[in-house]
């Protein structure tokens, strides 16, 4: 009996890892995660999955030296590529993932990119011990609460229609909650 012919009927989604950035300072790579589907949109449990790093230029490595290594999807139909790393090379390259079930396969290419370090707005950001008042929402909170006082207080003496005068003096200081320091 003459083999199934090969047809293309599984489709390879992205899941983590398409546009992502490789940091090379601190070695944090992005995760590399695929789900496989077949062509009524459902999960394919045990298919090989097959992903594979450039060969030149800016890319990525396994563990063992390769720049590819199968792995097989569960039962979401999901699979991820482990134990890499970028290979220190600057730059964008390409991930060619190829799944294979049966007689069906499929493929799609995600891209990354390997920087010198992650930074954020063009800024390095290093981690500080930072106070519950410095987050910009508590600001905003605590200006919103001292509008809702100031408000309160000048329709409470205000409100009665009486026509006695009250001085009412607010002074600023630091807001404190809880037990001080």
Do not use: C
């Given at each position: ?14 899941l ?30 045990g ?8 060969l ?10 390769k ?6 999807t569960n ?11 970028a290979?220190?090379?600057?730059g964008?390259?390409q991930?060619h993932i190829t ?18 370090r ?12 930072r106070?519950w008042?410095?987050s910009?929402?508590?600001?905003i ?10 408000a309160?207080?000048v ?18 200081g ?5 037990a001080?320091?």
């Amino acid at each position: 009996m003459a083999p199934l012919p090969t047809v293309k009927g599984l489709r390879v989604i992205p899941l983590a890892g398409d546009g992502e950035m490789n940091d090379l300072e601190r070695r944090v790579m992005a995760p590399l995660v695929v789900q496989v589907v077949d062509q009524n949109d459902r999960p394919v449990e045990g298919a090989d999955v097959v992903f594979r790093f450039p060969l030149n230029g800016p890319g990525a490595l396994f563990a063992d030296q390769k720049n590819s290594k199968t792995a097989r999807t569960n039962g979401q139909g999901q699979a991820a590529a482990t134990g890499w790393a970028a290979n220190g090379e600057l730059g964008k390259f390409q991930v060619h993932i190829t799944a294979a079930y049966g007689n069906q396969i499929g493929e799609t290419t995600i891209s990354m990119t390997n920087v010198e370090r992650i930074a954020k707005d063009g800024k390095t950001y290093k981690t500080t011990h930072r106070h519950w008042y410095s987050s910009k929402w508590a600001k905003i909170g605590l200006i919103a609460v001292a509008a809702g006082a100031v408000a309160g207080i000048v329709l409470a003496t205000t409100g009665g229609g009486g026509t006695t005068t009250r001085t009412i003096t607010i002074s600023p200081g630091s807001p404190t909650v809880g037990a001080p320091h």
